[in-house]
Each structure stands twice: as structure tokens, then as C-alpha cells.
RNA sequence: GUGGGCGUAGCUCAGCUGGUAGAGCACUCGGUUGUGGUCCGAGAUGUCGCGGGUUCGAGCCCCGUCGCUCACCCCA
């Protein structure tokens, strides 16, 4: 531990082995289901034009406002590492006109963004996250579809202990008008100096304070559910109403609250029960005006983002991360100069075929050799050595039963295929 | 930005009211010739985060500093 060690910078993730096996099996099993649903990969810069995201998250944020990684490039430009997915796809979605085809545009990324947080438990300054979003289609089944998909990707890593919670932000009409009742409703409150400073930015913020007796005083407050226009409440009773025909069991929370300023209507959050503080595995919602605001065509949009970083740690709180991520077929020890030679020959050959052959190169003794064998997790082994390449014929030996067999060189593959 | 906790071998940690460091795991080698997991034996590894102070003497006390961590704000 002298002075001069170099660390990885301040709250950043890393995943080493073994650990780092099962995040790539979450963050595959995240992404699956928008593949399977007709997403398509769309690969983005990590850092963007800083203006992007103070016009299209919204300066007011906290996200914007405080929290993101900005410094000027050579050129004098203002550039800023991504702190969230949306913005950026909309943003190359205009640029490369991926809206004059037939809508909606369904895409999805994965990648890490940046946020200048105080780190903590589940929350980095470099994080990962998966994401889909569905552009130019406001028909209240894509949101459900988005959902759905969002859903299985949690279930198809074994996530039971979580729930979903839903609400609708309505238009910005709705939003407007109870704006302002609520503005009224937080002045008589009588609130300390920080509270109502953050109360002027967005008054909504109120309602996620985790002090029990502003939580009291904020039951009483004006919900924004109760002042959206017919048609906003018709399209999400009709989301609502498909959610309900996937069987997908949902919460609803009138007093829920995103960081972004972007959103509209639909709008729901994963929420992990055995999670510290940081307990949203993901979220999402539409965005109706972003696109627009962006520079483009006045488009609707919806999408999540879901946390790779809390969906593994989820799935570690839940204990279904099972150790066996990663093994090898075989695992061939070579004894000698000329065994080195044709273990990597047969290796190279059985790789060819798809299978994961390892070498215990080094010349190691057969048992430190047989030990790696065995931490490798290879389901099988075979010694070489000068009497097997003159003979032909190999001891395959499979780890977990300690059984052998003889199988010829020329048939490993296929014994290996069993 | 604010507050609490903690910094001792690669990892998890012990170290009594201050007397110059240990355990378990992991690792390497061995327990006679080419077969792992158990068992036994041997070995290697630390400027006890860093700097200063008190003291005959500090891993243990004091101050500072850096780092980690949890929580607040906020969020994936």
C-alpha cells in the first residue's frame, strides 16, 4: 500500500473474475428480450455536446445541474460524458434521420454513463445501463410492450423480489395547471431553507423527501393524476389495461418522481425490495416532447433505461447467481515439449468447433496442473504426454465423477459432443 | 455539497488497560515414478493508508491528511 499506488478513480464499478461473469449474464440477460422484440443496436459516443443534455434533460435537474462529468475539449468545445441514454439516441436518431423510415424506430444501447455523484451503495460515477426506445408511436400498447420487455429481462435473470410501479405525467397542460395548485399547496408549509429552494426548482420533489414529517404534510397534497386531460387518462387506463392482460402485476404510485425533465405521460420504475437506499433497478417512461425540443420532428417516444450495476446486485441479494457461470469443456495438461505442441494443435482444432479447451502451459507438476483443472470447472481433462501421441488413445477423465475413459485423439471431438 | 463508520498480509479479519504483528482462506512445494477435490507437513507475503505529535517505547493515544464505505440530496 505505498503512497504512490495508482486506484481507479473515485466510485467507479469494476468487475474482476469470477464476479465479472455474471455481470455480462445479467447485462445479456437485460438486453435479451429487446432483440428478441425486434430492437436494433445502435452504438453512441460516450461523450456528447454538452448542450444535449442541458436542453434535452433539462437544466433544472439535479442530473444537469450538478452532477455531470464537463470539460472543454482542444477546440474550445464544451463536452460532457454521457449521464444518461435517452437524449443521445435522439440526438443520432435526427442526425441520421432514423425517423423517416417506418416508425415506430425501435433501438436499443448498452453502455456506461457518468454521473458526478457522491458514490454509495448501487450508485457510481460510472455506471452501467441497458436500454430500448420506441420513436414515433404514441398507441398506449407500446408502452405496455416496453414494460413487458424491460420485465422479462428482469425475470429472465431470476429477480423475483421486486416490484413495479406506474403512474401517468400526463401532458404539459395537465402538468401545468397542477403545478401550480401544488406550488400553492408546498407555500403553506413552512419549510427550512433547502427544502423550499428545492421545492421552487421542482415542486414535485417533495413528494420523494424521506423525513417522515414532510412525507405526513405531503399526503395532503394535490396529486397530478388528478388533473390530467381525458385523453391523457384514457391512454394510460388503456396501458394499464394491457399490463393487465400480460399478467404483469404493477403498483400504482401517484407520488412518484423522476430526475428527468424530459418525461410525459406513461412513466414507471423497477423498484428492488432488498436493495440498500439505491433501490431502482430501472426506469422509464415517454417522452413526447423531447424530440422536438431536440430539433427534430415533432415525434413521441418511449423507453427505459435499466442499471446493470443494481440488477447484479439484486440478483446477488437474492442469491441466484450460481457459481458455475464459466467452465471449460476440457482442460488438456500437457507433459513434455512435444505434448505442448499437440495440445495446442488440438485445442486450436476443438476451438474451431465451438468448445472451450484450456492448456496448463508452464510445465507446472501434474498436480498444481490437475488443481487448475479442477478451479477451471472443466468438465472434463486428459493428460498428454509421449505414450498418448504414440498410442493414439487419451484418458478422458470427467472431473465430477473422478471416471475415465478411453477415447482416440480423432474422436475427442465427438466424445466432448456428448 | 452534508453527516456517520472504517483503514493491519492477495481476501476476510484478530491484536487485551501502549512494549516494535497473528489467524483463516487463497497461493507455491512436498507426503517417491503421470491424475484434482479431503487430510498432513513446509514455505512466501506486510515500511499495521500517509504525515506529524505525546512517550523510554504506538497497530493501539492526539492532530492533520488521503482513501474506502454507508446514509442525506438525488438517482440506474
Redesign the pocket.
Known sequence: ???QKI?????VSEYTPPRSAAFEFVREALISPARLAGYQLIELPVFEDTELFTRGVGES???VSK?MYTFEDRGGRSITLRP?GTAGVMRAVIEHGLDRGQLPAKLWYSGQFF?A????????RQ?Y?VGIEAIGLDDPAIDAEVIAIADAGFKSIGLSKYRLEITSLGDAASRAAHRVDLVKFIATMNLDEATAA?ATLNPL?LF????EEIKQAMLKAPLLVDYLSPESKTHFAQVTHYLDSLGITYVLNPRM????DYYTGTTF??VHELL????????GGRYDGLMAELGGQSLSGIGF???V??ALLAAEAEGIINEDLFVSDLFIIP?GEDAKVKALSLATQLRSHGKNVEIAFGD?????A??????SGARY?I??????ISSGTL?L?E????A?SSVKIDALLTALSK
Open positions: 500500500m505505498s503512497k486506484q481507479a478513480p473515485k466510485g435537474t439535479d442530473v452532477e444518461e454521473r455523484e457522491r458514490p454509495q451503495a448501487g450508485r457510481y455506471f445501463q428545492r420533489r420523494d423527501d424521506k423525513r418522481v423522476r430526475g428527468l420504475e423497477f440498500g437506499a439505491q433501490s431502482g433497478i430501472g426506469g433505461g435499466l442499471g450495476d443494481r507433459l507446472r507438476a501434474l498436480k498444481g490437475m488443481k487448475g483443472a479442477d478451479k481433462v493428460v498428454l504426454g509421449d505414450s498418448e484418458e477423465k472431473m465430477k465423477t473422478g475415465t
